[in-house]
């Protein structure tokens, strides 16, 4: 299936997670381990009805709500997530360095050089900015990334009808378990800009060049 033949518009993240895990069971294209879309990009329309309910997913708010503690505290060291989830999730160890620490620890990459603050203080200054982005994955780092290269690779924010509205940009998402807790967190940390400047939230734009299911979860 083309993505400009899918739908690209829905009201909360459970509506989005249940569209396309019906879509790429159906019509996903094999690739490695995984049948996968391309290219695919939705809104969600109300960021923060941000909970995974679908009955098949059996989703974990509590592990979700850590990881999202475990970015504001900008500790890559998978210790930091340890204590605040009560145990370290086994795909983390992979990814882990020998130190413990990881790459993908996205508030440890979106507070380098201060990349947060300033987007933040542009908005401010003018809320017609076009220049309010943040790097997540950075190719100056690119031989570090062995196991653990970000899957996202930018966000940006864009203020609209006075409202703050939300950009995610992903070379590769895994819809069961990766689009259910980044959504969550990114949607987290909308609100946490929308508080800083004042503003309701808006929108939520997810991008995803490679949109899967891995083969054990269909």
Known sequence: MKSTDLKNEFENADHAFEYFNEVIRNTGTKFGDTKALFNVGFYIMNPMDNLITHRD???NHAYAQA????YLS???????????????PEIWKRMANE??????????QWNR???????????????ETRQASVSIFDGKEFYKYHYDTPCTYAVHFYITDGKLNMSVMMRSN???????NDQYCFSMMQQMVADRLNLPVGTYYHFANNLHLYNNKL
């Open 57 to 59: 997913r059996n989703w």
């Open 99 to 108: 130190a413990g620490n990881v790459m993908s620890n996205y508030g440890w």
């Open 174 to 180: 895994d819809l069961w378990y990766g689009f259910c």
């Open 74 to 88: 900008g500790d890559r060291n998978l210790e930091k997530l340890g204590e605040l989830y009560g145990k370290i």
């Open 113 to 127: 050089d201060h990349q947060l603050d300033i987007a933040v203080n542009k908005l401010k200054e003018n809320p």
């Open 67 to 70: 990881e999202w503690l475990w």
